[in-house]
């Protein structure tokens, strides 16, 4: 009888050793799922070119006698003798995933020109971070006062 005792505790130690290398071998199985899971959403999204300003056109006049201003600085470019200024598309380059929505676009452009008051270009673009090359806005004619 004690022999038995010792086959039957024996025997039991045995099957919890097992139970516990099972237990393991499923607690790795689960690591693994769930590193795959994370890896899979995280490598979902990729680099896309976003926009960080589009093509910006438009014309700047004087306030008092609705004549098209030359020379007038806006952003980086002059203005021609009609008044019309041409800012260049510039882009960049952004993270996207399925889930997330694009990037807003937020415009500040000074627009100066000596003896007048500076005035600027603001513009924001909710969703407008992921359009398409090319992108082009218009802009409403702006009026510059005189100092």
Not at 33 to 59: A, D, E, M, N
Not at 99 to 125: M, N, S, W
Request: hydrophobic fraction near 40%; charged fraction near 20%.
């Amino acid at each position: 009888m004690f022999l038995k005792a010792i086959k039957i505790k024996a025997a039991s130690i045995k099957y919890s050793t097992l139970e516990y290398s099972n237990y393991l071998s499923n607690l790795n199985t689960m690591k693994t799922v769930i590193i795959l899971c994370f890896l899979s959403l995280v490598f979902q999204g990729c680099l896309v070119s976003s926009l960080v300003r589009p093509k910006l056109t438009g014309y700047i006049y004087d306030y008092n006698n609705c004549q098209p201003l030359d020379s007038c600085k806006v952003g980086e470019v002059i203005t021609d003798s009609t008044g019309y200024f041409c800012l260049k598309e510039k882009r960049g380059v952004g993270f996207a995933m399925i889930a997330l929505e694009a990037p807003p676009v937020v415009i500040h452009e000074v627009v100066q020109k000596k003896g007048y008051v500076e005035d600027r270009i603001e513009i924001f673009g909710k969703w407008a971070g992921f359009s398409p090359k090319g992108t082009h806005w218009k802009c409403d004619t702006i009026f510059l006062k005189k100092q």
